[in-house]
């Protein structure tokens, strides 16, 4: 950059513009020159569908805020034709802060137009870019700026504290054991050599215990060798949605290295798409750890114990109609949209299909931290109106989601479009279906029926 453009320019905007250079990876160059604006991905964003005829919500719009600044300052074409390619710059931190507007409040990083794009650009990879590059400034929604802090500091994106949660474990133990007039059911901490090691989500400790008490149970039953850690059992990570990726390191590391010390088996990670894929596919290369151990989602092993014959099910204790939302995470970027359809018509006896589906699915809107960014509220309810359309037309009275964000989010559109439906999980759903020994196969265990709003957040 020109020496004229360092002295106007103030320091936030010079460092993120520096910073840019270091992030540019084959993939989000890829995605920065590709784009030949042909319009094709237009559709395929709620935000777009949400506010007919507003050209700013267009993905292609959007995305060519970042890359004007890619273009200006770290591509050839920019340096010397920048009126030809649009190149442009920043220099104010009121420019940022209309750029944060963009990244953070416009886009839920679904990657639904991703799928439309004949030329592969991926706008969500470099909208976390930019993400990253401002939060790298202290530019961000207040909400991600204590989520972070709170993971950084506290291990967990909910600032849970180690005494809360251990209390939570040995609270739901003991209901768990009334319930089943067992004595013996425990949730197990940090024991040593087990087969699996499960993590979950912080927002099942504070807003959702019973999804614990379940897994507990499923995990009781299947005569599962398994624990929980006292320490790095939160397998969410906020360094995806923030775009810090040394969040995103350190917090996979903790999970990791807790699993070594244990000598576990299996990382099964609860229900949960960006904690998922964050864990089992991104956290690797953010922590450069060489993880030695099987990382597997919940949904698979529910479905496995199902198939193995280590436990029974019996779907007649489903009976309410219930259609499944695909979380953009695990359906759109890491592939898994099968498995848990599998397990769901096992345990549900009237499973209704939502259109589109699977990689096609809409954002339940709380995508990409969406739910931390109150600011941005009424415009990600706005958008909700095409998931609410979704879930409407389906006739399901049960919406099930395997992801904690994806309860929010649908909790929350639920709740605004005024749709009557529950939301749920699957580890729900199983846990209820399941058939102990020695009790009548169609008795439903008092206080674990499917209830109304059962999974809201507070
Ligand atoms: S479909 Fe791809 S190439 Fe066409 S405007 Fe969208 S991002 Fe650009
Ligand atoms: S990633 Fe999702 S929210 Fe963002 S522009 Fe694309 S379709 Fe819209």
Redesign the pocket.
């Known amino acids: 950059m020109s020496t004229t453009e360092k002295q106007t320019r103030s320091w936030k905007a010079e460092r993120v513009l520096d910073g840019m250079g270091k992030k540019l990876s084959r993939q989000i160059t890829g995605s920065l020159v590709a784009c030949v604006h042909c319009g094709m991905?237009t559709e395929?964003?709620?935000?777009?569908l949400a506010n007919p005829g507003d050209p700013t919500?267009a993905?292609a719009y959007?995305?060519d805020k970042i890359r004007r600044l890619f273009k200006r300052h770290h591509d050839w074409t920019g340096k010397v034709f920048p009126w030809w390619v649009k190149a442009g710059s920043v220099y104010t931190d009121e420019e940022l802060e209309e750029l944060k507007d963009i990244v953070f409040g416009?886009?839920?990083?679904?990657?639904?137009?991703?799928f439309s794009c004949p030329m592969g650009v991926d706008?969500?990879t470099f909208?976390r870019m930019a993400r990253g590059l401002l939060v790298s400034v202290g530019i961000m929604p207040e909400g991600v700026a204590v989520v972070s802090k709170d993971q950084w500091e506290t291990g967990n994106q909910m600032g849970v504290l180690k005494e809360d949660y251990l209390e939570t474990l040995e609270w739901m133990e003991e209901e768990l054991q009334d319930e089943l007039d067992d004595p013996t059911v425990s949730i197990p901490v940090d024991q040593p050599d087990c087969d699996v090691v499960y993590s979950i989500n912080p927002r099942e400790v504070k807003y959702d215990p019973r999804t614990i008490s379940d897994a507990a149970k499923i995990f009781h039953v299947a005569r599962e060798k398994w624990t929980m850690a006292s320490e790095g059992w939160d397998m969410t990570n906020f360094g995806l949605f923030s775009g810090d990726d040394a969040l995103g390191g350190s917090v996979a590391s903790r999970l990791y290295e807790k699993v070594n010390e244990l000598r576990g088996k299996t990382l099964v990670i609860s229900e949960c798409g960006h904690g998922f894929r964050s864990t089992r596919c991104e956290g690797p290369n953010w922590a450069k750890f060489d993880v030695p151990f099987v990382m597997e989602s919940s949904i698979f092993t529910m479905l496995r114990y199902i198939k193995e014959g280590r436990i029974k099910v019996d779907k007649s204790k489903n009976p309410k109609p219930v259609t499944y939302h695909d979380s953009?995470n695990f359906a759109r970027s890491c592939g898994i949209t099968e498995e848990p359809r599998e397990l769901l018509h096992l345990v549900c006896e009237d499973v209704r299909e939502m259109y589109p589906n699977r990689a096609e699915n809409y954002?339940c809107t709380g995508?990409?931290g969406a739910m931390s960014m109150s600011e941005y509220t009424r415009e990600r309810l706005k958008s909700g109106v095409v998931k609410a359309n979704q879930l409407e037309a389906t006739g399901a009275e049960v919406v099930v989601t395997s992801c904690h964000n994806c309860v929010d989010g649908l909790t929350d559109v639920i709740r605004h479009y005024k749709l009557g439906m529950e939301v749920t999980q699957l580890v729900n759903l199983v846990a209820n279906a399941l058939v102990i020994e020695g009790k009548p196969a169609h008795a439903v265990v008092p206080g674990l029926e499917v209830e109304a709003g059962s999974n809201a957040q507070a």
Do not use: D, I
């Open positions: 991905c395929s964003c709620h935000y777009v919500y993905p959007k995305a416009r886009c839920t990083n679904c990657r639904r137009c991703t706008l969500a909208n953009c954002c995508g990409g």
